[in-house]
Nanobody, 127 residues
Framework: QVHLVESGGGSVQAGGSLRLSCLASGLSYSMVCMGWFRQAPGKEREGVAGFYTGYGTPFYGDSAKGRFTISHDHAKNTLYLQMNSLKPEGTGIYYC????????????????????WGQGTQVTIAS
């Protein structure tokens, strides 16, 4: 059974940084599409950044480009999201997602394509 457990959320001032982690267990495939999604109150879940473990390829949504870095440690089965220069509009619950399939720049952000989700971690950015 696949489990994804996020950590690293919290409250920060605008301009600050946070590093989110997603520990994955039960994923028996070496080539997995993984992603970080954000859901703000009253809004749909939005893709922030994605990563295809098969080629080590990162993908970024428009809100993350230039400020966030997604990475994956295969030995630790952990996906990371380093978030810098945080903005108040980035407030929300951040979810880790995974699916044992290929993904690319045109597909990683589709939430319905992911079969496994974590419980989420709250990120609050004060202005």
């Amino acid at each position: 059974q696949v489990h994804l457990v996020e950590s690293g959320g919290g409250s920060v001032q605008a301009g600050g940084s946070l590093r989110l982690s997603c520990l994955a267990s039960g994923l028996s495939y070496s080539m997995v599409c993984m992603g970080w999604f954000r859901q703000a109150p009253g809004k749909e879940r939005e893709g922030v950044a994605g990563f295809y473990t098969g080629y080590g390829t990162p993908f970024y949504g428009d809100s993350a480009k230039g400020r966030f870095t997604i990475s994956h440690d295969h030995a630790k089965n952990t996906l990371y999201l380093q978030m810098n220069s945080l903005k108040p509009e980035g407030t929300g619950i951040y979810y880790c997602a995974a699916d044992p399939q290929d993904c690319n720049s045109g597909s990683w952000h589709r939430a319905l394509a992911y079969s496994h989700w974590g419980q989420g971690t709250q990120v609050t950015i004060a202005s």
